[in-house]
């Protein structure tokens, strides 16, 4: 296990790489979407012992300020810092590895045409897949009503909706997927167990929703990994995500409030 050079460069012994791994991993993760998993949590006994979940609202994707272009300054800054762990495991990727973070998790252009139908296929999937979990999530009173666009009506609501569809696409399947695979590989875990880590992250975060995005969420966590093990590609996942959310928070902001959507 070369890691950071460690092995070949200064003798250092398995353990002491397995530790600057662990500590790696707890550091973005801390930065990143574990510390929103662990709020998520937070959030969810906040609501549970408020009120029961069904009866409660989440909304997503905030106004920020009540002046137009200050809210939409700190909507775009908000989405620029939100990509700043993406950046730091792509950097971390190529200095412990020398080898282009991009090329490794196949986040890049190279199979776009493929890429682009295989995202389509997984969000037809997963898209049908979340309606039903919602749904039933409603039904048994497990999860609140979501709202994904609370922004006010301005013209650039809809291209900030897909810039932070976009966002989340990225950040989450190249954190919670590519890198956070590379690292539980290298420290020995089974596909299988990688796998289902990765699909509690992903479902964690999702907890201030309610039960229902948990579970919904940690079932997209096993087919996006399952994919990613078998075509080793991060990208078909991103353009499938943003998909998904692009859907949500634009067909709500333009539909929902003609069609009752959230309530």
């Not at 609202?57 to 939100?82: A, M, V």
Request: charged letters at 10%; hydrophobic letters at 55%; zero cysteines.
């Amino acid at each position: 296990m070369d890691v950071w050079g460690l092995s070949s460069s200064t003798g250092a012994s398995a353990g002491f790489i397995r530790r600057v791994l662990w500590f790696e991993i707890f550091i973005v993760l801390a930065l990143s979407l574990g510390k929103s998993g662990i709020y998520a949590l937070v959030n969810l006994l906040d609501k549970a012992t408020r009120a029961p979940l069904g009866s409660q609202t989440t909304s997503l994707n905030n106004s920020l300020n009540s002046r137009e272009y200050f809210d939409l300054t700190y909507q775009l800054l908000d989405i620029f810092f939100t990509l700043a762990p993406v950046a730091l495991v792509l950097f971390l990727l190529y200095v412990s590895l020398r080898v282009s973070p991009f090329k490794l998790l196949g986040f890049d252009f190279a199979r776009i045409g493929r890429d682009a139908l295989w995202g389509f296929l997984l969000f037809l999937a997963m898209g049908l897949g979340t309606l039903a979990v919602y749904a039933a999530g409603r039904a048994l009173g497990l999860t609140t009503t979501i709202v994904p666009s609370a922004l006010d009506s301005y013209w650039w609501t809809v291209p900030v909706l897909l810039l932070s569809a976009l966002r989340h696409g990225i950040l989450e399947e190249v954190v919670v997927v590519g890198w956070f695979f590379d690292r539980l590989h290298r420290l020995s875990f089974s596909p299988m167990w990688v796998v289902l880590i990765s699909a509690v992250v992903r479902g964690s975060y999702h907890l201030y929703q309610g039960v229902g995005p948990f579970i919904g969420n940690f079932a997209m966590g096993l087919i996006f990994g399952a994919f990613y093990l078998k075509y080793r590609r991060v990208m078909p996942l991103v353009y499938a995500h943003f998909l998904l959310d692009a859907v949500g928070f634009v067909g709500f902001a333009l539909l929902g409030p003609m069609i009752g959507i959230g309530s």
